[in-house]
């Protein structure tokens, strides 16, 4: 499964300029080194005992020279994070339109779900010249999600969501490793995303449908999760009811009765669903039980979904 050689494949939008930031840190700071151990060495030789070349100090000072290379050192040393933020704004501003997709990592192993409900496991079909934005959550300890030819890294932390992008720029099979030590099988904590053509993709899908028989989405299981639940108990969907109506609040700002205000995004459902009294909206009762142990982190994935599908319609 692993690549046969051992250069690194660029295979993503952002691979060629982190690429392009390592060789020029390394070109800098290799020259830099040489210099310095080239020159020690020079004069090791030259000024060594027994020399005929004079070892006398000369006082002599250059406020230019002085000022000279402060001000050079400072302005390489400037560029180079100049550089690097772009490239990290590049690598951590997401892109409207990816696809977005949920993992969820557990000991030992990557579980993968698309919106249309297709899951995967330790394997993640994507398509080609598409940004794909994956949502990434932990089971039970820190893990971390590292495709090395796309040269994207993030933690996958319990407790919360985070997140990384990359846009694949050619088709193939690319390794999955978890760079975070989490336990007794950590090093075969490994997968593959692979890679397809567009229409490949779309057949896949439909492929990876038609194999899960009953295959719902999503937010259809987190539909029948909200009764089943008796979450549709107390929000009813009227502005009246004992909880907040949830149809187009998902990305919209609320205020809580603390007065502060914040959005609704992903975070702020899982928090209120397993934490409900952390943040209160303005107008309500802290009433809400706590559905800690009694979600997985796949039901959290999925009434995210239901909610976000009472906003944005499919
Ligand atoms: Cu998961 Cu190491």
């Not at 993503?12 to 080194?33: E, F, K, R």
């Not at 492929?207 to 549709?232: D, M, N, Q, V, Y």
């Not at 702020?268 to 909206?281: D, G, H, M, T």
Request: aromatic share 10%; hydrophobic share 45%.
């Amino acid at each position: 499964m692993a690549s046969e050689n051992l250069m690194l494949q660029s295979a993503s939008t952002v691979a060629p300029i982190v690429d392009q930031t390592m060789w020029v840190l390394l070109l800098v700071c290799g020259g830099t080194l040489l210099l310095v151990f080239g020159l020690m060495l020079f004069f090791c030789a030259r000024y060594r005992k027994g020399s005929p070349h004079s070892r006398v100090v000369k006082k002599q000072q250059s406020l230019a020279l002085e000022i000279g290379w402060t001000a050079a050192t400072l302005a390489i040393f400037l560029a180079l994070f100049v550089w690097g933020m772009l490239v990290y704004f590049d690598m951590h501003v997401q892109p409207e339109q990816a696809i977005k997709i949920s993992v969820i990592g557990k000991q030992w192993m990557w579980k993968i779900q698309h919106a249309g409900g297709q899951k995967e496991i330790n394997e993640l079909h994507i398509p080609i010249n598409k940004p794909i934005l994956l949502m990434m959550t932990s089971q039970d300890v820190i893990h971390s999600f590292f495709v090395p030819d796309f040269r994207v890294k993030q933690d996958v932390l319990p407790g919360r969501y985070t997140y990384v992008w990359f846009e694949a720029s050619q088709v193939g099979e690319y390794q999955i490793f978890c760079t975070q030590y989490c336990g007794t099988m950590h090093a075969q904590m490994i997968g593959r995303v692979v890679v397809l053509s567009e229409s490949d993709y779309e057949k896949w899908l439909e492929g990876a449908g038609a194999a899960e028989r009953a295959l719902e989405s999503p937010s259809k299981r987190g539909e029948k999760l909200f009764t089943s639940l008796a979450c549709s108990a107390c929000h009813t969907g009227v502005d009246q009811a004992i909880g907040p109506n949830l149809h187009g609040i998902y990305g919209k700002k609320v205020h809580l009765d603390t007065g502060e205000e914040i959005v609704r995004d992903d975070e702020y459902i899982r928090e209120s669903i397993l934490y409900p009294n952390a943040k209160i909206v303005r107008g309500y009762k802290p009433l809400m039980p706590t559905y800690l142990g009694r979600v997985s982190e796949d039901d959290l994935l999925d009434l995210i979904a239901y909610i976000k599908s009472l906003t944005i319609a499919k």
